[in-house]
């Protein structure tokens, strides 16, 4: 994928991953990069310093998706790449409030169909472009501690499959980011949050924190090489074999870690387990 002189939109651009992703597309040639975030002011930080144009934008309304694609393809011409990229976590479980419940499936996967559903239809039309969605291990894998993570991200994956294998004859490249542990502002976005907490000590740093510009980096390449999962740890994708290959093994060496993280007690969330 050559960027030289394109248009690159990123929503979630105002910090971590998406940063990294709208300051990569810059270096790599981009002419017009545009970076939303539901926070304005970050927004408009990282486009005053990369030259782009910034947006504030609630990527769960998608009348502002709509209105965020069409006014960029009216002002810079057709989008080449779209990085799809927001998202909080919690800690919580079958008690996690349908409010929690219903904002992460806005983020975390209509989000994602309705930035597709703006900009392919004028992909196909120009003879292509790409697509990259943010979703995470928990997506192929599981998030031990949050069921609505666990379960969102999982549909972001099956909807980045759905739209690799639809819309692949018409031009449409998809990959999907599954990270692990990013040192971003994920946690300060989450709405349990509390000062103090520390990603490096949460359950999916076990393989280690990256950089969200090494992330990005691996996007990418991963993008220059049109492959579809995109993972920076790399050991993801041999728990996906072993997954594959014994689910039931699987699930109980996942039961071990939890409790290895968890000992003597129920997790932080979880409200309906007997309290010892």
Known sequence: MDLSNQVVVVTGGGSGIGEALARRAVSA????VVVADLNGDQAQRVAVEIGGVAHQLDVS????????????????????????NAGFVTSGGLEESNEILDSMWGVHVLAHIYAARAVVPSMIAN??????????????????????????????????????????????????LCPQAVATNILANSPDYQLGDDISTGVASNDGVLDADAVAQECFVAMANEQFWVLPHQEVGEYVKRKGTDVDRWLSGMRRFQDALHPG????????????
């Open 29 to 32: 040639g981009a002419r017009h």
């Open 61 to 84: 309304d998608e009348a502002a998706v709509t209105a965020l694609v069409a006014d960029t393809e009216s002002a810079a011409g057709p989008i080449s790449l779209l990085c799809s």
């Open 265 to 276: 007690g129920p997790l932080p969330g979880d409200a309906m387990a007997p309290k010892l």
């Open 127 to 176: 003879g292509g472009g790409y697509l990259l969605n943010t979703a995470s291990a928990a997506g192929l894998l599981s998030q031990i501690g949050s069921m609505a993570y666990t379960v969102t991200k999982h549909a972001a994956v099956a909807l980045a499959e759905w739209l690799a294998i639809t819309h692949h004859h018409q031009g449409i490249k998809v990959s999907v």
